[in-house]
């Protein structure tokens, strides 16, 4: 972590937020991803990358416990440092592949679509946090020349901002007129959109991709994310409600919520090739593709309306 500058005339600043525990997962696996963490090499220790980041310990075993479930660390426990997986690369998912949890599975796929020419990604989610990382990744290789896209066409349907979600919310129910768990779920909502619109039109004015990036609003809490890349596979999981403590306005709330990005994603296929099989099990996985396309198309052009990615 770099020192915190010097007050300036003599005006103390006010203090940096904490990252939050994906963020600190976020910036790992972009070092095991780089290769700045080696397959094999062992981790800081928790004190170590809790001292970096400017967190406490369990904010670490958090953020270790997130890659974990995505097989990148392995021997993650409480006294000894982490140590990450010897056999990255050999585990890629895939159509036909067991489901995976979605910040694992997702990356990748996308990451695949975007080596076509012409890319398709349409996206039906509570949020956008699982899309707008799963994206990043393949927008790197394409600032570094090594995918080439020439059309980026990116459709996302998210919950309306003034409908009453089925979740989250809180347990308790309604403190007064004011709803904080609404509150700070629209404005990640809209700040996730905000970060994946402007990443990916970066590209039209860096690399001249003919980019198209589109939101609407959907009049319900969808119970399911569902992830469509390429006319070519479906990528399909469930939000699992429970019942979880959040902190909001600094004080410990209950909420029932799902955690989305780590819900087991399903992949499926719109050719058999895809996925290693032939016969019943490919037309099950195409048709299931087709329908989902359709689903999302009616959508997409009925019940849906206009969204601001604004407060």
Same mark, same amino acid.
């Given at each position: 972590?770099?020192?915190?500058?010097?007050?300036?005339?003599?005006?103390?600043?006010?203090?940096?937020?904490?990252?939050?525990?994906?963020?600190?997962?976020?910036?790992?696996?972009?070092?095991?991803?780089?290769?700045?963490?080696?397959?094999?090499?062992?981790?800081?220790?928790?004190?170590?990358?809790? %001292?970096?980041?400017?967190?406490?310990?369990? &904010?670490? @075993?958090? +953020?270790?416990?997130?890659?974990?479930?995505?097989? =990148? #660390?392995?021997?993650?426990?409480?006294?000894?440092?982490?140590?990450?997986?010897?056999?990255?690369?050999?585990?890629?998912?895939?159509?036909?592949?067991?489901?995976?949890?979605?910040?694992?599975?997702?990356?990748?796929?996308?990451?695949?679509?975007?080596?076509?020419?012409?890319?398709?990604?349409?996206?039906?989610?509570?949020?956008?946090?699982?899309?707008?990382?799963?994206?990043?990744?393949?927008?790197?290789?394409?600032?570094?020349?090594?995918?080439?896209?020439?059309?980026?066409?990116?459709?996302?349907?998210?919950?309306?901002?003034?409908?009453?979600?089925?979740?989250?919310?809180?347990?308790?129910?309604?403190?007064?007129?004011? %709803?904080?768990?609404?509150?700070?779920?629209? &404005?990640? @909502?809209? +700040?996730?959109?905000?970060?994946?619109?402007?990443? =990916? #039109?970066?590209?039209?004015?860096?690399?001249?991709?003919?980019?198209?990036?589109?939101?609407?609003?959907?009049?319900?809490?969808?119970?399911?994310?569902?992830?469509?890349?390429?006319?070519?596979?479906?990528?399909?999981?469930?939000?699992?409600?429970?019942?979880?403590?959040?902190?909001?306005?600094?004080?410990?709330?209950?909420?029932?919520?799902?955690?989305?990005?780590?819900?087991?994603?399903?992949?499926?296929?719109?050719?058999?090739?895809?996925?290693?099989?032939?016969?019943?099990?490919?037309?099950?996985?195409?048709?299931?593709?087709?329908?989902?396309?359709?689903?999302?198309?009616?959508?997409?052009?009925?019940?849906?309306?206009?969204?601001?990615?604004?407060?």
């Amino acid at each position: 972590m770099e020192p915190e500058p010097a007050p300036v005339n003599g005006r103390k600043r006010p203090p940096r937020p904490q990252p939050s525990p994906v963020e600190v997962a976020d910036e790992l696996r972009a070092r095991i991803r780089s290769g700045a963490l080696r397959p094999g090499r062992r981790m800081p220790t928790q004190a170590q990358l809790a %001292d970096e980041f400017g967190v406490e310990r369990g &904010a670490v @075993r958090q +953020a270790l416990r997130i890659l974990q479930s995505e097989r =990148l #660390l392995t021997n993650v426990s409480k006294g000894s440092p982490a140590t990450v997986a010897p056999d990255l690369g050999r585990d890629r998912p895939g159509p036909g592949a067991a489901p995976r949890p979605t910040t694992a599975a997702l990356a990748h796929r996308v990451g695949h679509a975007f080596a076509a020419r012409e890319v398709r990604v349409d996206a039906l989610c509570l949020t956008a946090v699982s899309l707008t990382l799963a994206i990043g990744e393949p927008l790197r290789l394409v600032h570094e020349g090594r995918l080439k896209p020439a059309k980026v066409d990116v459709r996302v349907l998210l919950p309306a901002r003034d409908i009453a979600l089925a979740f989250p919310v809180p347990v308790a129910g309604l403190d007064g007129d004011r %709803d904080a768990v609404h509150e700070r779920w629209l &404005a990640m @909502r809209n +700040a996730q959109g905000q970060v994946l619109r402007h990443n =990916l #039109l970066s590209l039209r004015a860096t690399h001249g991709v003919d980019v198209s990036v589109s939101f609407r609003a959907l009049p319900f809490t969808p119970p399911v994310k569902l992830y469509l890349l390429n006319d070519a596979e479906a990528l399909f999981a469930y939000y699992t409600v429970g019942r979880r403590e959040q902190e909001i306005d600094r004080r410990p709330t209950e909420v029932y919520d799902a955690e989305g990005i780590h819900a087991p994603l399903f992949a499926f296929a719109s050719e058999a090739g895809q996925v290693g099989e032939a016969g019943e099990a490919g037309e099950r996985d195409a048709a299931f593709v087709r329908q989902s396309r359709l689903w999302f198309d009616a959508l997409w052009g009925t019940i849906s309306t206009e969204l601001r990615l604004t407060p």
